[in-house]
Nanobody, 123 residues
């Protein structure tokens, strides 16, 4: 599986951004998908995840109510819609695919990673 993330940018606090991840391969629906982020000087953290069917999701506490993950298995894409962005959301965001079908929250559960996309939220 090859993953291509896009959609990052610079936005003011309170603004919105939408990240997209396009995946190659014919069995996209069998992969759990996730978004992770890494801020300068910090460890990578799990942000959101979604199961292969799209029914199950996971959100880290800091983004609940502000971020929404969705997927379109017909188009092999997963989208992260981010609202009410805060400066602390600033990070490089990575999409990842897990051979496990569920909504997995840990990085070690993911085998495939896209290149990062920078999200910068100014105060």
């Amino acid at each position: 599986v090859q993953l291509q993330a896009s959609g990052g940018g610079l936005v003011q606090a309170g603004g919105s951004l939408r990240l997209s991840c396009a995946a190659s391969g014919r069995t996209f629906s069998s992969y759990g998908m996730g978004w992770f982020r890494q801020a300068p000087g910090k460890e990578r953290e799990s942000v959101v995840a979604i199961s292969g069917s799209g029914i199950s999701t996971y959100y880290t506490d800091s983004v609940k109510g502000r971020f929404t993950i969705s997927r379109d298995n017909a188009k092999n894409t997963v989208t992260l819609q981010m609202y009410s962005l805060k400066p602390e959301d600033t990070a490089v965001y990575y999409c990842a695919a897990s051979a496990d079908w569920g909504a997995r929250r840990y990085g070690y559960e993911y085998s495939y990673w896209g290149q990062g996309t920078q999200v910068t939220v100014s105060s």
